[in-house]
């Protein structure tokens, strides 16, 4: 399936939507189309010595608000219309989890698995000065971070980039998110995408009329997932249903092929028998099975979490699970979408589902631009006032609480659990809103409501703007 297809889908989704909003077409149009595209071509030096030309791409989706915001994907199926389209979701996630970023997206065409660390940096690099040449990068202008193929590491040597060359601007850090700790990144963005995926999925689920409809019962316990991708996404998705949600991991599928076991299988396990053996298959207790097979296997739950357009015409068909959960970008097709929402199926978008990953990073930004750790400055004073609090009580009651209880109650929050916290209430509530919108405006489906609530947000952003003349 090629990028045009999926290009071809938001684009779809996006009509289907705006077809129920009351905004003028013009202003509709604006929100649609894609503000800005550098598309560049730039010579590196392969590790032999030799010249290789890199393709690379930055699409800046909707100026609506600044800066903008969205990962760089390093793939060799990258294309223009692929960043374009990822670039629009990345505009609409923003306005549904009310994070205040217009939606942009980064592409480079080389295959990082096969590259050297040295190669990549020098690419890493490269590209980060030609988007500082172009103005494509900057704390209040785009600000980038990871995506599919792409981690901490490039996010370390982009902003080393940048501090270099732009050694006097202030609040430097905050050029990209999603950096390593000890370069002024927050605690909890590598698990924030598949962590939010799990709050969404729950939130979803949690809605006794919505696992009725299905024939579910309420909750994730015990509910069947099967995961397409053990990447930084699917992996913390799936454990956090795992250990939080208590539901069962039937079978898990990547590159080399698929493993399924029916009772379940633990995918913290999984993972450390891929690092130490290159493979998911061979792992004790499970079959190996065909990867694009398990897809269609008896399932509640399907979480694609790797690349876009993996269920369309040709499988939606056959697809068992009950629920399909877009951890990755444009995992359904439009072709798709139609088949499994005329069956019944209950597909959650991945606008929402996934927005875990920049609701963090804005809180990395907001870090950045304060110079201070949001723990720094509340959690002494709040581990004070919890103290005076327990003395008080304990006086009252003439009683003592046990020391483990004791010290839960009394210490302040850490970074972690601030951020978590954060990201739980917005996932949450976003969620909340969708549902109303879906029931409230009787729309056909949950992917409906939330591009019609995001595209809403900022339609009517864009209409007090004016017009610049
Ligand atoms: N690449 C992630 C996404 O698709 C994160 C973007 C960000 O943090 O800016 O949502």
């Not at 503000?35 to 100026?63: I, Q, W």
């Not at 670039?87 to 080389?110: D, E, N, R």
């Not at 919505?210 to 509910?223: D, E, N, Q, R, S």
Request: glycine residues 10%.
């Amino acid at each position: 399936m090629s990028a045009g297809a999926f290009y071809e889908s938001v684009h779809g989704y996006f009509d289907r939507a705006a077809a129920y909003s009351r905004f003028e077409p013009g202003i509709l149009k604006q929100v649609k189309d894609c503000n800005a595209v550098y598309r560049m071509k730039f010579p590196v030096r392969n590790d032999d010595g030799s010249v290789r030309v890199v393709e690379a791409f930055r699409a800046e989706h909707s100026f609506h608000r600044l800066p903008t915001k969205g990962g760089i994907r390093f793939s060799r199926m990258v294309s223009l219309n692929e960043t374009i389209a990822l670039a629009a979701l990345m505009t609409y996630k923003c306005a549904l989890v009310g994070v205040p970023f217009g939606g942009a997206k980064g592409g480079v065409k080389i295959s990082p698995a096969q590259e050297s660390e040295g190669f990549r940096e020098r690419v890493t690099r490269r590209y980060t000065a030609e988007l500082i040449r172009k103005n494509f990068i900057g704390p209040d202008i785009d600000v980038p971070a990871p995506d599919y193929g792409t981690g901490e590491q490039e996010m370390g040597w982009i902003v080393d980039t940048y501090k270099n060359i732009r050694m006097n601007e202030p609040n430097i850090y905050a050029c990209v998110t999603g950096k390593p700790l000890a370069m002024q990144g927050i605690p909890g963005r590598t698990q924030a995408t598949g962590q939010g995926v799990y709050f969404g999925l729950r939130s979803c689920l949690d809605q006794a009329e919505v696992a009725k409809k299905l024939g579910l019962t309420p909750g994730l316990a015990g509910k069947r997932v099967i995961l397409q991708g053990l990447g930084k996404v699917g992996f913390h998705a799936a454990k956090h249903l795992q250990e939080d949600g208590r539901a069962l991991i039937v079978g898990v599928s990547e590159q080399e092929g698929g493993v399924y076991n029916a009772d379940g299988l633990d995918v913290v396990a999984l993972l450390r028998h891929r690092q130490e053996t290159g493979s998911i298959l061979g792992f004790p207790g499970t079959e190996s099975v065909d990867r694009g097979a398990l897809l269609e296997f008896s399932c509640d739950i399907l979480i694609p979490a790797a690349l876009e357009n993996q269920i369309t015409a040709k499988n939606a068909e056959r697809i068992q699970a009950k629920v399909i959960a877009e951890a990755a970008n444009g995992p359904v097709d439009q072709a798709g979408d139609t088949i499994l929402c005329r069956r019944g199926c209950l597909v959650i978008p991945d606008l929402f589902l996934n927005a875990g990953g920049v609701t963090v990073s804005y809180f990395e930004w907001l870090k950045n631009r304060a110079g201070v750790s949001f723990d720094r400055m509340i959690s002494r004073h709040e581990e004070l006032s919890n103290r005076h609090m327990l003395a008080a009580m304990e006086t009252l009651t003439g009683q003592q609480l046990p020391g483990s209880d004791r010290d839960r109650l009394i210490h302040g929050p850490d970074e972690l659990r601030l951020v978590v916290s954060a990201l739980e209430q917005t996932m949450t509530r976003a969620y909340e809103r969708i549902h109303e919108v879906w029931l409230q405006r009787d729309l056909p489906d949950l992917r409906t409501a939330a591009f019609l609530l995001a595209i809403e947000r900022v339609a009517e952003s864009y209409s007090h703007h004016g017009i610049f003349p």
